[in-house]
């Protein structure tokens, strides 16, 4: 199995509400993909419980039986469409990709 596992950094916004909104928005479209991508096994996301943290905003882990199962969910139409929703409010990202 692999677990893949991103954070991301988003930029600032005007106001603690408006960066809520997105957060929640990206989290609900995230864990909606288990409902479309058939090899992804498994999906967690998590937002930091403090909205103006140094660190990282938003963590996604999910499960993939194999690397090639993995590069399938990348390049799947319905993840594409949240990675662009993404990368207009990211301005950081870190990954890690593992056996287990």
Do not use: W
């Not at 893949?4 to 995230?30: G, N, R, Y």
């Not at 039986?65 to 399938?72: A, H, V």
């Amino acid at each position: 199995m692999i677990n893949h596992v991103v954070l991301f950094k988003l930029k600032e916004f005007e106001t603690p509400q408006e960066k809520h909104d997105i957060l929640a928005e990206i989290k609900s479209k995230l864990l909606n993909l288990s409902n479309l991508i058939e090899e992804l096994k498994f999906i967690e996301v998590g937002t930091h419980y403090s909205l103006d943290a140094q660190s990282f905003d938003l963590c996604l882990i999910s499960h993939f039986e194999s690397i090639d199962d993995l590069e399938k969910y990348q390049v799947h139409p319905e993840h594409v469409k949240v990675g662009s929703l993404i990368k207009s409010v990211a301005i950081n990202r870190a990954a890690v990709d593992f056996e287990f």
